[in-house]
């Protein structure tokens, strides 16, 4: 039953030491409030960085073309090579049913190398790379015109292209949307059908998506003269052979097939994509926990300051407590007045500084919303709501706690020795 003089008393105790108390659970809302705040900026740095890696297929390897380090089988260092269509055939033979995606990648002419790009109005050194269509959902881009390569493209070896958003603004400045435009490369014409946009960073697949050219796989190699050849591939592999225990017997396939030494580390780059993801995963369950850390440890000061006010509380109201214990009042009514006056402190204060921060996370993402909008390292920062519940959870028994102590104090006061306090 609701006991209205008691919380009356309770709340006038308050009252009678405002600015204590203000100052006081100042502590508690700023506790909280940084706790909300760390929480949310965790929460929007892995929707940014890990919510874009995990809609990349999962079970998947990559294997990069290098140059020879180290002399094999009569082969001597600094042999440039590729990846060509016969891997596939083999890894195919070796593990039947292994493969269900394949993706190419042929830098052109050769890695880290750029054609001259001309349009109606500019010219430009770039990167360009023939590409599968299947590699817009393995990297994270976005396509903000037109569309992305397709089967058909590939299989007609048609003339077209993809540019990156930055590559646009520089060949075609005037144009909101270069789409239907043409562009040369090295004495060849391609027809734009999309305009990309790269959404992360901290992931390459290929190519900068927003600073590149892409043409249809086929094509590139075979204007290029480099039919059957590619400089990066991407294999999605099916569930019976997961990456982890795979990715390394077929790079020792390939290995085997180009006469490449087992040991030669930049020869051929094996990568298990889900590694990487896990790895990531890592990363973030650390930040989470160093959050956690900071902004409990923020709290727990505040509930100390809690619990320091309420001891010179009690030493200031030893004489009330003598004379309500020589009244007869029980020592549950006494401990339990202090802790509720610790609490009512404690909850409040926690539950501004909770509103105050998810409300201040808000206006952060409404202001930075257009330009989170295509990705990066931080997305949609927010509390979710168990987080949420978990922090009040745990300011209601650290505020009983911080009562407790000062409670436990008073009833260790004796009444006459109390009554004589002055």
């Known amino acids: 039953m609701f006991d209205k003089d008691f919380w009356q008393e309770v709340l006038q105790t308050i009252q009678q030491q405002k600015w204590r108390s203000l100052m006081t659970a100042f502590g508690i809302f700023w506790g909280l409030l940084m706790l909300m705040f760390l929480i949310g900026a965790g929460v929007g740095f892995q929707e940014g960085v890990v919510g874009q890696l995990r809609q990349m297929p999962s079970n998947a390897v990559a294997y990069i073309s290098g140059v020879t380090t180290l002399p094999y089988k009569g082969f001597e260092r600094g042999r440039s090579w590729n990846i060509d269509a016969g891997d596939i055939a083999a890894i195919q033979a070796k593990f039947p049913g292994a493969v269900r995606q394949v993706v190419y990648v042929k830098y052109l002419p050769a890695p880290d190398s750029t054609l001259t790009v001309t349009s109606a109005s500019a010219t430009d050194q770039l990167v360009v790379a023939g590409v599968s269509p299947f590699l817009a959902l393995m990297s994270p881009q976005r396509i903000v015109a037109g569309r992305y390569l397709d089967e058909f493209d590939c299989r007609e070896r048609r003339k077209v292209c993809v540019i990156g958003m930055e590559v646009a603004k520089t060949l075609f400045p005037a144009l909101a949307s270069p789409v239907g435009q043409r562009i040369n490369i090295a004495g060849t014409s391609y027809d734009i059908v999309g305009v990309t946009k790269k959404t992360n960073d901290m992931v390459n697949l290929g190519p900068n998506e ?66 990487q993801l896990n790895q990531f995963d890592i990363m973030i369950g650390g930040l989470n926990a160093l959050v956690w850390l900071v902004g409990l440890g923020t709290l727990l000061a505040g509930l100390i300051g809690i619990s320091n006010i309420m001891m010179v509380t009690v030493r200031e109201r030893t004489q009330e407590i003598g ?31 909770i ?30 709501f168990i987080p949420a519940v978990v922090s009040l959870v745990i300011l209601i028994i650290g505020g009983l706690l911080a009562g407790f102590v000062p409670a436990k104090r008073a009833m260790a006061i004796k009444a006459i020795e109390a009554l004589r306090e002055e």
């Open 210 to 275: 927003s600073k590149s050219v892409f043409l249809p796989i086929t094509t590139a190699q075979y204007v290029f003269n480099a039919i059957g050849k590619t400089d990066r591939l991407f294999m999605v592999l099916d569930d019976r052979y997961p990456s982890a225990d795979y990715y390394q017997p077929i790079d020792a396939l390939i290995r085997q097939r180009h006469q490449l030494h087992p040991d030669d580390e930049t020869a051929l780059i094996p990568t298990d994509l889900k590694s």
């Open 323 to 353: 004379v309500r214990r020589a009244l007869g009042a029980e020592p549950w009514t006494i401990i339990r007045q202090i802790m509720c006056e610790s609490l009512v402190l404690t909850l409040s204060a926690g539950i501004v500084g």
């Open 355 to 384: 509103i105050a921060g998810v409300w201040g996370l808000y206006a952060v993402n409404r202001m930075t919303a257009a330009s989170m909008a295509d990705g990066g390292f931080f997305t949609n920062p927010h509390v979710p």
